[in-house]
Nanobody, 115 residues
Framework: QVQLVESGGGLVQPGGSLRLSCTAS????????MGWYRQAPGNQRELVAR???????NYADSVKGRFTISRDNAKNTVYLQMNSLKPEDTAVYYC?????????WGQGTLVTVSS
């Protein structure tokens, strides 16, 4: 099994930046991709960004050009750099590990973008 621990959420003004971190432990070799999802009240949980073991990335159209996903394999950690934040980015952000087996999810970290 895989365990994920997230950090980095908080309150930020529109136009500001935050960086989320997600560190994995356990059966790391079973993971083939990691990503960030978010869910706001009344909304479906949506994919924000994803990165494969080969380094391929994809982003939601709403964040493309503003968010960047990256990884540090030595630390088993994935990051989400969020720039030019907008109020509509407000949500609980969840780290996900896609793997052969049951996917792992982090506990969620709240990002609030407000003046």
């Amino acid at each position: 099994q895989v365990q994920l621990v997230e950090s980095g959420g908080g309150l930020v003004q529109p136009g500001g930046s935050l960086r989320l971190s997600c560190t994995a432990s356990g059966s790391i070799a079973t993971i083939y991709a990691m990503g960030w999802y978010r869910q706001a009240p009344g909304n479906q949980r949506e994919l924000v960004a994803r990165i494969t073991n080969g380094g391929l990335t994809n982003y939601a159209d709403s964040v493309k050009g503003r968010f960047t996903i990256s990884r540090d394999n030595a630390k088993n950690t994935v990051y989400l750099q969020m720039n030019s934040l907008k109020p509509e980015d407000t949500a609980v952000y969840y780290c996900n590990a896609a793997r052969r087996g049951i996917d792992a999810w982090g506990q969620g970290t709240l990002v609030t973008v407000s003046s």
